[in-house]
């Protein structure tokens, strides 16, 4: 059987402190939480780690942590970026996390200016700047699979950079936006894998080229008993957290646009085609969802309600749906 637990950043709008966020799982009884983007108050305070973990462990949890982008955009921002993934470092080696989250970039677009053979590079650079102290540590690197790199290009990352301190947070929410079916991603990347998160995707044609958009685990277009049975396949003993992070508007990517073509010029066609393929097999999202990210827009107040309600309810659905139909989890069947 597979450990499940959830991510808890899928919970933000609810502002709950860690304690809480833990008090959640353990009456869910779930077997991990993963601690991401944490808004407590005492996140960054040492003494809070401490309780963080002693709480954890009260409650049977396995928990995982880490920070967020590290890229350095200019040569001056390289030194803060090893100065964050160290202080990330002692927060996962204090809260007894085996790993290190890391984010290369919120989208490829938001990379400097250069090809992405230079970004890998420099991305290299910061890994091997901190490679004793991990290690030292105990821990691992974990690279999240966002919207910037394909698979084939973060595991050219990670074998060069060293696999015995860096590997892939293999998530399956961000392929598609770097048009990639999520079944790729794991046979490019599995080997590295450090931890799984399971996030559902609608994927459709579109006049202006295919739409992504996340909805709630076993909702959309993705085979999430393909994705576990390649899981096992190719990735070590992990454990698999549930992350349905929605109430995003569809997003279209232009593929028929030539401009677009400028942030891949090295796009496999083989992996094009089977996304393509995915993407035939989609339709749009057809159920309620109420709509949080307005584009240069703050969430209008009056909608907060309705969104803590929806995070919440598209959370405990993703957890049914992964215990009864994916067989996901441990301490629940008790």
């Known amino acids: 059987m597979t450990p499940m637990g959830l991510n808890t950043y899928c919970l933000r709008a609810l502002r709950w402190t860690d304690a809480q966020l833990l008090d959640y799982c353990g009456q869910w009884k779930l077997d991990a939480v993963f601690l991401q983007d944490s808004l407590d108050p005492k996140a960054m305070d040492p003494a809070h780690w401490r309780q963080v973990r002693e709480h954890a462990a009260r409650l049977g949890l396995h928990l995982e942590t880490g920070g967020g982008g590290v890229f350095p955009k200019t040569p001056e921002a390289f030194p803060a970026?090893?100065?964050?993934?160290?202080?990330?470092?002692?927060?996962?080696?204090?809260?007894?996390?085996?790993?290190?989250?890391?984010?290369?970039?919120?989208?490829?677009?938001?990379?400097?200016?250069?090809?992405i053979e230079q970004h890998v590079a420099t991305m290299v650079r910061v890994l091997k700047a901190v490679r004793s102290r991990v290690m030292d540590a105990g821990l691992k690197?974990?690279?999240?699979?966002?919207?910037?790199?394909?698979?084939?290009?973060?595991?050219t990352l990670i074998e060069e950079a060293g696999k015995e301190y860096?590997?892939?947070?293999?998530?399956?929410?961000?392929?598609?936006?770097?048009?990639?079916?999520?079944?790729?991603?794991?046979?490019?990347l599995g080997r590295y894998a450090l931890t799984v998160h399971l996030r559902d995707s609608v994927v459709y044609e579109h006049k202006r080229g295919v739409a992504v958009q996340w909805v709630p685990l076993g909702e959309g277009t993705i085979d999430f008993r393909q994705v576990l049975a390649k899981v096992r396949e190719h990735c070590p003993p992990v454990y698999v957290y549930i992350k349905p992070i929605t109430?995003?508007?569809?997003q279209i990517l232009p593929i028929y646009d030539a401009a677009h073509w400028k942030l891949y010029p090295k796009a496999r066609a083989a992996d094009l085609a089977r996304f393509l393929a995915l993407a035939r097999r989609?339709?749009?999202?057809?159920?309620n969802m109420v709509i949080e990210d307005l584009a240069g827009r703050p969430t209008p107040p009056h909608f907060l309600d309705a969104i803590r309600f929806q995070q919440r309810e598209h959370m405990e659905r993703s957890i049914d749906y992964a215990r009864k139909t994916l067989d996901l989890g441990i301490r629940w069947r008790s």
């Open 282 to 287: 989609g339709q749009p999202y057809e159920k």
């Open 166 to 188: 860096v590997g892939s947070y293999l998530d399956t929410g961000n392929p598609v936006f770097v048009m990639e079916d999520p079944i790729t991603t794991i046979e490019e």
């Open 247 to 250: 109430g995003r508007p569809p």
């Open 81 to 115: 970026s090893v100065d964050t993934i160290f202080k990330n470092v002692e927060r996962a080696k204090a809260l007894g996390s085996p790993i290190v989250r890391c984010v290369i970039a919120s989208e490829r677009a938001a990379l400097p200016p250069g090809p």
């Open 141 to 155: 690197i974990a690279i999240e699979i966002h919207k910037d790199l394909q698979a084939w290009e973060q595991r």
